[in-house]
């Protein structure tokens, strides 16, 4: 059986993991990054579609120890790539390493190209072009203290770019990080959620497509592993029909709910009628906009439309000269009025500096460190009194 690895950002490994086991795959290991799943070729393919929290899915083919770069060539040789490729495809080749002898990161990547491209020339006479910004297939090695790891990826486009946000915002949450956060939270998909400060909707998006039975790789063009050569034909066809099949079930489900049937449905704020015009465009792009009102408000000074709810959201964290002011007073006068009109309410905040949410003078619950877009966040559990 294959051994396949899903990557993630920091903080989120742990989600995943039950992500994938609640889909039928066998987990292996998880680390700081991602985890490592066995299985048939229908895996990979059912976590490529399925999975809202990986951001990409590798088979990793080669596990060896160089100390030189013809050691290195010579174990790339010894791989058939023309598994994934044909001469008239494209690929590019990621290199990262970690107190190695080959230091430098560009030879390792100029030497696993080199190997690849005379395994082609040898066989057919041609070889497949190198494109860095949209190959066909993407090579990643990996090398720490001279031991390297080299993997295919199966996936192309990351898995976190939906195709859905059209307009967004500055430092907005990414995709992956949302749906992640919502598993972390225990959202147990009947609670109405609220984001008193939505940004361009990310939050709300994912959570109603989870709550509609979307599939995210739906929105993917096409995968990687649709132009290796060796995969059977007809797997990724007939898993986008069992993906399409469970949606429509849902759709079906949901709509014919009887009238009295209370309708779960998200609420989100922004002061800001950019956002607000950019969270209502991304939701109408993600075919969710029945489920989520978007409205220009303040986070001090929000009204809940129903009685009881979760408060999810993202707050500014700060990154211009001169917002210290701005956040004290944001963050002092968000927990006034949430203690003054939502006492006993539950909020999940990500927070990207610590010295804005003791402003709020609550205690923490829980608390989770994410890795957002390279800024070091924690997401918080408040329990409101």
């Not at 096409?222 to 132009?227: G, L, M, N, P």
């Not at 704020?269 to 220009?296: L, P, Q, R, Y």
Request: aromatic share 12%.
């Amino acid at each position: 059986m294959p051994l396949f690895y899903a990557a993630t950002s920091r903080g989120l490994a742990e989600p995943l993991a039950e992500e994938l086991r609640s889909m039928g795959l066998k987990v292996k290991e998880v680390d700081k990054q991602g985890c490592s799943f066995d299985g048939p070729w229908t895996d990979a393919v059912k976590a490529n579609l399925r999975s809202r929290i990986a951001t990409r899915i590798s088979l990793p083919v080669l596990d060896f120890t160089a100390y030189k770069e013809d050691e290195l060539y010579h174990n790339v040789m010894k791989h058939d790539f023309t598994k994934y490729l044909t001469p008239e495809l494209t690929f590019s080749v990621k290199a990262k390493s970690n107190d190695c002898a080959i230091k430098d990161q560009r030879m390792l990547a100029m030497k696993v190209k080199d190997a690849i491209a005379d395994q082609f020339n040898e066989k057919f006479g041609k070889r497949p072009s190198v494109d860095k910004e949209t190959p066909n297939i993407r090579i990643h090695i990996f090398g720490s203290r001279n031991e390297y790891r080299l993997s295919v990826d199966t996936t192309g486009k990351s898995l976190s770019q939906r195709g859905y946000r059209k307009d967004i915002m500055e430092a907005p949450m990414r995709e992956h990080v949302a749906a992640g956060l919502l598993k972390l939270s225990g959202w147990d998909q009947t609670t109405t959620l609220i984001d008193p400060m939505c940004g361009s909707g990310t939050l709300l998006i994912e959570a109603a497509l989870m709550y509609k039975h979307v599939a995210p790789g739906t929105f993917h063009k096409k995968f990687s592993f649709q132009y290796f050569q060796h995969i059977e034909e007809g797997l990724f066809e007939s898993e986008l029909d069992r993906v399409i099949a469970e949606e429509d079930e849902r759709a079906a489900y949901l709509e014919d709910l009887p009238e009295d049937t209370p309708k779960l449905h998200f609420y989100g704020f922004d002061k800001s009628f950019d956002a607000i015009k950019a969270a209502k465009k991304n939701a109408e792009a993600a075919g969710v906009e029945d489920m989520i009102t978007f409205e220009k408000g303040d986070a001090t000074r929000f009204e809940s439309p129903v009685e009881k709810g979760l408060i999810v959201t993202n707050p500014p964290h700060g990154i211009r000269l001169g917002d210290e002011f701005f956040l004290e007073e944001l963050y002092k006068n968000f927990s006034f009025h949430l203690k003054k009109n939502f006492s006993g309410w539950d909020m999940w905040l990500l927070s990207g500096d610590a010295q804005w949410t003791r402003f709020l003078k609550m205690k923490a619950e829980k608390r989770y460190p994410i890795d957002n877009g390279g800024i070091d966040c924690r997401w918080i559990h408040y329990k409101v009194k």
